[in-house]
């Protein structure tokens, strides 16, 4: 019973380290059995399937995959991107892009679409042909008229040109990635440096042009950066025009290492993981003396968003999400290389089409589905990290099996560490520390996945 206890005790600070250590906070991506290649056709049809039984049709989400970087791969980058870009190939991709859309597009025919984000790589790399083409396409879908569509950007890949025409396309909202101001730390990681007055001009003129919201994404824990260096990075930001500042959190998971090469595994190794929370607490007062608030309030999240309470009011996100809600029922729509579709909650798929010729009968398609347990595993986990508790009435019509039943191991657990209650209605971590919530909920990860991602 001893070694049974200690056990507990064993995986619960196992749990607090690797949560701290890896940054661990979303299970989603690692919950999938992966099943053999799909093509187009298989696909549409069991989306087809989903948008018939689909309560919450209209909780759609588009994205767009441009995988394409402006002459180096960043060494941190956990991103799919290619370096190797000529117009040619773009041109491709982009038709590619396009056919795969009008395949797919009769499915959502009826549905109108909460968001678009359309990521990369660097899609500012598309030129104003491209880019007309692609937009053009995409605005056959309906959208939400308060929709947020999100186009990336990068400094030195963007024009006044490109960011008119994003404008009179309907992109409200533009993402730069600055990650940082220090040309040192830049150099470090192999990423292209953009000088201040650049930024300054860039983002001055997409201020002027009108859009909803400028984001500016600066790291910390990348080598060789200084307390100075977030300062001044911040300050740049914020005098040229952005209307909020998102700091990631370098995270370094063990399968994307593994596929880095030598080079790049040396300097990530080194990357800075002491510097993580003083860098955080010189965000956070740099931020405020700006004026600005921490939307977050958390040091143990993937990033941080900082923003003017002014902007928090003004401009509200439509909520694109990344990951399905498992509460809402959030579905994303995913296009071009290494994007994944969510539906239906928990049904997924990943398109990693190699050619830029679209064939609906090539079998192209990862098509993962998650199963069940996972799903109840997943929903709780999210649950928990976000909300605290699982309603268990909730729980029992999501899935028509009693929490209680399907998580008996697991709430005995943490019973034992006295950090939940239950009761008739809820189970509740009693604890008021967010990662202590992000460890407890690794209980119901699936363990073996956990274990591969370690
Ligand atoms: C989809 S990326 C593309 C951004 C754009 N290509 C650029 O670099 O300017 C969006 C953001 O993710 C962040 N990011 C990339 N790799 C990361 C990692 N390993 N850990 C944490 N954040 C990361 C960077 O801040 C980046 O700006
Ligand atoms: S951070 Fe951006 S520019 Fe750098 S490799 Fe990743 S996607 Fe490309």
């Given at each position: 019973m001893k070694t049974l206890q200690n056990n507990i005790v064993e995986k619960y600070n196992w749990y607090k380290d690797i949560t701290i250590e890896k940054n661990l906070f979303t299970p989603v991506n690692s919950f999938s059995n992966k099943l053999p290649f799909e093509s187009a056709e298989f696909i549409r049809n069991a989306w087809n399937l989903i948008m018939k039984n689909n309560r919450l049709s209209d909780r759609l989400s588009l994205y767009v995959h441009i995988p394409f970087c402006y002459k180096t791969r960043c060494h941190y980058c956990m991103y799919y991107a290619l370096i190797k870009h000529d117009t040619n190939l773009i041109d491709l991709y982009v038709q590619y892009l396009i056919d795969n859309i009008t395949y797919f597009e009769p499915v959502f025919a009826k549905s109108t679409f909460e968001s678009l984000y359309i990521g990369g790589g660097t899609p500012s790399l598309l030129n104003e042909d491209q880019l007309s083409k692609l937009l053009t396409k995409i605005n056959d879908f309906r959208f939400h008229p308060s929709s947020e569509k999100t186009y990336e950007q990068s400094i030195l890949t963007?024009?006044?040109?490109?960011?008119?025409?994003?404008?009179?396309?309907?992109?409200?909202?533009?993402?730069?990635?600055?990650?940082?101001?220090?040309?040192?730390?830049?150099?470090?990681?192999?990423?292209?440096?953009?000088?201040?007055?650049?930024?300054?001009?860039?983002?001055?003129?997409?201020?002027?042009?009108?859009?909803?919201?400028?984001?500016?994404?600066?790291?910390?824990?990348?080598?060789?950066?200084?307390?100075?260096?977030?300062?001044?990075?911040?300050?740049?930001?914020?005098?040229?025009?952005?209307?909020?500042?998102?700091?990631?959190?370098?995270?370094?998971?063990?399968?994307?290492?593994?596929?880095?090469?030598?080079?790049?595994?040396?300097?990530?190794?080194?990357?800075?993981?002491?510097?993580?929370?003083?860098?955080?607490?010189?965000?956070?007062?740099?931020?405020?003396?700006?004026?600005?608030?921490?939307?977050?309030?958390?040091?143990?999240?993937?990033?941080?968003?900082?923003?003017?309470?002014?902007?928090?009011?003004?401009?509200?996100?439509?909520?694109?999400?990344?990951?399905?809600?498992?509460?809402?029922?959030?579905?994303?729509?995913?296009?071009?290389?290494?994007?994944?579709?969510?539906?239906?909650?928990?049904?997924?798929?990943?398109?990693?089409?190699?050619?830029?010729?679209?064939?609906?009968?090539?079998?192209?398609?990862?098509?993962?589905?998650?199963?069940?347990?996972?799903r109840q595993r997943i929903y709780t986990i999210e649950k928990l990290n976000r909300d605290r508790y699982v309603d268990l009435n909730q729980f029992l019509d999501l899935f028509g099996e009693k929490f209680e039943d399907v998580f008996n191991q697991e709430i005995n657990e943490i019973l034992y560490l006295e950090r939940c209650k239950i009761d008739k209605k809820q189970f509740r971590l009693t604890s008021s520390d967010r990662i202590e919530h992000a460890a407890l909920s690794k209980f119901f990860w699936n363990q073996e996945y956990l274990k591969q991602l370690i």
């Open positions: 963007t024009s006044k040109e490109k960011i008119e025409l994003l404008k009179n396309f309907g992109i409200s909202r533009l993402s730069f990635g600055m990650q940082s101001i220090e040309p040192n730390v830049l150099k470090k990681v192999n990423r292209a440096y953009a000088d201040e007055q650049k930024i300054r001009e860039i983002i001055g003129y997409a201020k002027k042009t009108g859009f909803g919201e400028i984001n500016i994404d600066l790291m910390i824990g990348l080598p060789e950066e200084t307390s100075q260096g977030l300062r001044d990075g911040i300050q740049v930001a914020y005098e040229a025009g952005a209307d909020c500042i998102t700091v990631y959190i370098f995270r370094h998971l063990k399968h994307h290492m593994d596929q880095l090469d030598s080079a790049r595994k040396k300097t990530i190794v080194n990357y800075n993981k002491e510097h993580v929370p003083e860098m955080l607490k010189v965000a956070r007062e740099k931020v405020a003396e700006i004026g600005w608030v921490d939307t977050v309030e958390d040091d143990n999240t993937e990033y941080q968003y900082f923003t003017s309470d002014e902007h928090l009011r003004e401009y509200s996100l439509s909520g694109y999400r990344t990951q399905p809600d498992s509460e809402y029922g959030n579905n994303t729509v995913g296009f071009g290389h290494s994007s994944f579709s969510y539906a239906q909650d928990f049904f997924r798929y990943e398109c990693r089409e190699k050619k830029y010729a679209f064939n609906p009968k090539s079998k192209s398609y990862v098509f993962d589905m998650v199963y069940k347990n996972d």
